[in-house]
Each structure stands twice: as structure tokens, then as C-alpha cells.
């Protein structure tokens, strides 16, 4: 089924380590989001992407980085893992008509 | 910039009763918004959308919602509650700059009693 796909869903990190979560549509968006979701906070943006090669930083990007070097891929690294980004992240795409945004299913990271 | 207010994070109401989720946002420009429903350990599902066409949305799972430019409103409503519409529901607008970023309200969690 087109859609995105997130990998892994569940994952428990020590304090600094560093991981990569995988992002992946097959859907041709341009643009893509890496959210982060804290109870009772919303989901806040980490980075996104408006084509390959580029990113830019959204509300909360200290401690992430990104890469889109494929339409396809948007993959968020964490360098240096701390207990603050204990949370559930979710990658969405968007398609170029302005009304269609797709979801992962999450990846839940917890850091302990 | 262009935000979103979800007044109050909890609702409860009885099964078979009017739901009314409430959602107001700040955008200077006409915006496109969104409705999306989230049930416990699963992603973000859309309910329903509204990108400038009729202003009364009606969505899945028997939801609607009207945009009011006049109140900066688009309040989510359902006539009468079922126990699985349990779920926390979210708010968002869309930014009408170069991201198009989805910008969230806080969500509000709706309990439905038997």
C-alpha cells in the first residue's frame, strides 16, 4: 500500500547513544516533516524537507539532524541521545495539492 | 504567524450526546484546516479537511466541522457519541508559507461514558 513507512516502531536507547529513524514514501511528495509528540503538547515540528537536498529546522531541532538526498527517504538522526527526547515521533508527506498530508504510524523512543 | 487553540484538553460526554470539540486559529491569510483523530498507541488519522470549498466539512465517523471566518473557528461536532469515538483529536493549519508545515493545537481527549 503507498503510503509512508517508519522503522523501527519501538526503540530503547541508553544516554548517548545515536540512532538514525528511517522515513520512506512512495507516494513522489515533495515535501516532508519529522514531528515530535509529547503528552499533552501537540506534535511539534523537528525539521522538514521541500524537495531532495533540502531542510530546513522547525520549531525544536536542537539535538536532531537530517538528510534528503532521495524524494523518497528523510531519515532523522540523533547524535547524542538524552532522556528529553524520550518520545513518539511520526513522518508525514505531502502532496502538491495543499489538502493531503500522510502519516507514519510512529516510532515510540524512549531514552533511558 | 499562523497558530491554533484547542480549549479544553478533556471532554466528556455521555454516549449517544452532541460532541462539540472546539478550535480556533490565528492566520492571516485564508487557511487550510485540518481535523485528525488519534486512538491510544496509533498515528494521527484525518477526519476531516477544509482547504476554501463549502464551509460546513463533513468528515468520517459521522464528524463535521464549519469554518467560521468571522469567529476564526472550526469546531469539530458529532449529533450523538458512540464509546469507540474515544480518542484524543487534533486541530491543525496549515502554514501558508514555503514549508506548509502542519501546525498542531495541543489536542483534546474525548471520553465517552456509558
Known amino acids: 500500500n503507498a503510503g509512508v513507512t517508519q522503522t523501527p516502531k519501538f526503540r530503547i536507547l541508553k544516554i548517548g547513544q545515536s540512532m538514525t529513524l528511517q522515513c520512506a514514501q512512495d507516494?513522489?511528495?515533495?515535501?516532508m516533516y519529522w514531528y515530535r509528540q509529547d503528552p499533552g503538547m501537540g506534535l511539534k515540528l523537528i525539521y522538514y524537507?521541500?524537495?531532495?537536498?533540502?531542510?530546513d529546522k522547525g520549531e525544536v531541532p536542537n539535538g536532531y539532524n537530517v538528510s534528503r538526498s532521495t524524494t523518497e527517504d528523510f531519515p532523522l538522526r540523533l547524535e547524542l541521545a538524552a532522556p528529553s527526547q524520550t518520545s513518539v515521533y511520526f513522518c508525514?508527506?505531502?502532496?502538491?495539492?495543499?489538502?493531503?498530508?500522510?502519516f507514519g504510524s510512529g516510532t515510540r523512543l524512549t531514552v533511558v | 504567524a499562523q497558530s491554533v487553540t484547542q480549549l479544553g484538553s478533556h471532554v466528556s460526554v455521555s454516549e449517544g450526546a452532541l460532541v462539540l470539540l472546539r478550535c480556533n486559529y490565528s492566520s492571516s491569510v485564508p487557511p487550510y484546516l485540518f481535523w485528525y483523530v488519534q486512538y491510544p498507541n496509533q498515528g494521527l488519522q484525518l477526519l476531516l479537511k477544509y482547504t476554501s470549498a463549502a464551509t460546513l466539512v463533513k468528515g468520517i465517523n459521522g464528524f463535521e466541522a464549519e469554518f467560521k471566518k468571522s469567529e476564526t473557528s472550526f469546531h469539530l461536532t458529532k449529533p450523538s457519541a458512540h464509546m469507540s469515538d474515544a480518542a484524543e483529536y487534533f486541530c491543525a493549519v496549515s502554514a501558508m508559507d514555503s514549508s506548509y508545515k502542519l501546525i498542531f493545537g495541543s489536542g483534546t481527549r474525548l471520553l465517552v461514558r456509558p
Open positions: 507516494m513522489n511528495h515533495n515535501y
Open positions: 508525514a508527506s505531502r502532496d502538491g495539492t495543499g489538502g493531503g498530508y500522510t
Open positions: 524537507s521541500v524537495g531532495a537536498g533540502i531542510t
